[in-house]
């Protein structure tokens, strides 16, 4: 994955979510033991305060837990936690921008229900 330099999210939030992403993809696992932020600081090319910032978003969230010594670790439950931040947060915005757009159209809740269906058996 490359950063976005030029994204409006911050550096330290694309790397949370790249790390999010690699557990959703089961490239990182319950107790797996997660990059340092020296070795993310020298995978993307950036500051490790930067990359230190973005595991603590994780460590804070309860994604990751800390063993003193040893590194950061994929905390049980934690791609079922992300999976319920994602519906909660992404989904709700996108259906709220979806909405909005449906009542500037006039399209009607049924019509727009049929083409979310459509949408989803065309995959």
């Known amino acids: ?62 994604i990751l837990y800390k063993k003193r010594g040893l590194g950061m670790f994929v905390q049980e439950g934690a791609k079922e936690l992300i999976l319920a931040k994602r519906r909660d947060e992404k989904l709700t915005m996108l259906a709220k921008e979806i909405v909005l757009e449906a009542k500037r159209l006039f399209v009607s809740d049924e019509e727009l229900i049929n083409l979310i269906k459509k949408v989803q058996r065309e995959g």
């Open 1 to 62: 994955m490359n950063l976005n330099a030029d994204s409006t999210t911050p550096i330290y939030v694309q790397i949370a979510d790249w790390i999010e992403n690699e557990i959703l993809a089961d490239r990182l696992t319950t107790d797996g033991k997660v990059f340092s932020q020296y070795q993310l600081a020298e995978m993307f090319n950036i500051n490790p305060a930067t990359a230190g910032k973005g595991l603590t978003i994780l460590l804070e969230s309860n």
